[in-house]
């Protein structure tokens, strides 16, 4: 069972910065994918960014140049935040997945590709 727990977030005025961080347990051997999602009060859930076993990552249009997202191996994943805006205030959500057969799986930010997510954390930009 693999269980995501998260850390970081708060409340900052625009244009500062915040850094998330998502520790995984129990079984993350293999290759895998993992991502951040946000949803922001009356909207849908959103892709912000991903990472996968080859470094590669994904980021939305409305953060890239500002939201940086690193892992350290499988179990370790953050999400720095620069020039945030009040538009980013949002419950920011992690997720992951892990793949044993041998395969290597793209980035992604379908929520339909995680099978395990954290608790959610909030974050507030006030202007």
């Known amino acids: 069972q693999v269980r995501l727990v998260q850390s970081g977030g708060g409340s900052v005025q625009s244009g500062g910065s915040l850094r998330l961080s998502c520790t995984a347990s129990?079984?993350?051997?293999?290759?895998?994918?993992m991502a951040w999602f946000r949803r922001a009060p009356g909207k849908e859930l959103e892709g912000v960014a991903s990472i996968d076993s080859t470094g590669g990552t994904l980021y939305a249009e409305s953060v890239k140049g500002r939201f940086t997202m690193s892992a350290d191996h499988a179990n370790q994943m953050y999400l720095q935040m620069d020039s945030l805006k009040p538009e980013d205030t949002a419950i920011y959500s992690c997720?992951?997945?892990?793949?044993?057969?041998?395969?290597?799986?793209?980035?992604?930010?379908?929520?339909?590709?995680?099978?395990?997510w954290g608790q959610g954390t909030q974050v507030t930009v006030s202007s």
């Open positions: 997720a992951a997945s892990y793949y044993f057969n041998g395969y290597n799986y793209p980035k992604s930010l379908q929520t339909t590709d995680y099978t395990h």
């Open positions: 129990g079984y993350t051997s293999g290759a895998y994918r």
